[in-house]
């Protein structure tokens, strides 16, 4: 959704005069010179024309979390139990390994798990393909067209790799795809998760215009990155819990104030507890 505070008015100006009024006025942000005798003067509107529903962006995005919660709670949960597991999520997408004979089949006999799905993209000779539900809101379909994922590695959000059906998938956002395809394999996401690389740069060439000049430009952009700030990573590298999880509050209070525990202070367990607490507040 557009930012209509962001909008601003050009003028091209090839008088002296000109440029000067309106560099002078109080609306003024930039001006770019392209020769002595052209410039572009940037001006902040005087009046906002708020037209634009700003607040669907967040209407919506609330909206997708309760399907999204709905659908894993209150269906896939509900009928595989302790027998999935979810790897990844994103706003529209969930990423699960389930422990299953045959997850077609349990679609096939289940109309609880069939009805949420869209089974257009299937071959028209699988059991699950239904024509008519292609494209419907709300619905889900599975990715992989029917294919076997038998590897998944998520580094963090919009990173991850998979092997499909032998091949490789990765999905990089903001790295130019030719790195993508020719530098990034599925085994350095591994290694970048599991041996705590940090993070890997590669050389990304770009053609950016500045001023009406074409230029290369070649930077370093981070390719591997095993930060997630968005979950609290255990030991295990494998497994997240969420900020402010109940099993992780124990160890914090553990951890901050360690003065408490130092020799010379004869505090209780109670009371290095409530000390803290304290502390904290």
């Given at each position: 959704m557009e930012n209509v505070r962001k909008r601003m008015d050009m003028e091209l100006v090839s008088c002296n005069r000109r440029l000067q009024k309106l560099i002078n006025r109080s609306t003024f942000k930039y001006c770019t010179t392209y020769?002595?005798?052209l410039n572009a003067v940037t001006l902040e509107k005087k009046i906002i024309?708020?037209?634009?529903?700003?607040?669907?962006?967040l209407a919506v995005l609330d909206i997708s979390k309760s399907l999204m919660y709905d659908?894993?709670?209150n269906v896939m949960q509900k009928h595989y139990g302790?027998?999935?597991?979810l790897m990844y999520t994103d706003t529209d997408s969930l990423v699960y390994y389930i422990q299953t004979n045959d997850f077609y089949e349990d679609l096939k006999n289940n109309n609880n798990l069939l009805e949420r799905m869209d089974t257009s993209n299937l071959p028209e000779n699988h059991p699950c393909y239904i024509a008519e539900r292609k494209k419907i809101p709300g619905l889900?379909?599975?990715?992989t067209d029917g294919l076997v994922m038998t590897e998944?590695?998520?580094?963090?959000s919009k990173s991850y790799a998979y092997i499909l059906n032998g091949k490789e998938k990765i999905k990089a956002?903001?790295?130019r795809k030719h790195v993508v395809k020719n530098h990034m394999t599925f085994s350095d996401h591994k290694k970048c998760l599991f041996e705590e690389k940090g993070e890997n740069k590669?050389?990304?060439?770009?053609i950016r215009s500045f001023n009406h000049q074409l230029t290369t430009i070649r930077t370093n952009k981070i390719t591997y990155n095993n930060y997630d700030d968005k979950r609290v990573v255990l030991e295990d590298k494998v497994h997240t819990v969420a900020h402010g999880h109940y099993s992780l509050k124990k160890d914090e209070l553990e951890d901050d104030w360690p003065e408490l525990d130092e020799e010379g202070h004869n505090w209780t367990g109670e009371e290095k507890g409530l000390m803290r607490l304290l502390l904290r507040e």
């Open positions: 020769s002595e005798n024309n708020f037209c634009k529903p700003i607040y669907i962006g659908y894993h709670y302790d027998k999935i597991e889900f379909s599975d990715e998944f590695c998520a580094l963090r956002k903001g790295i590669r050389e990304n060439v770009s």
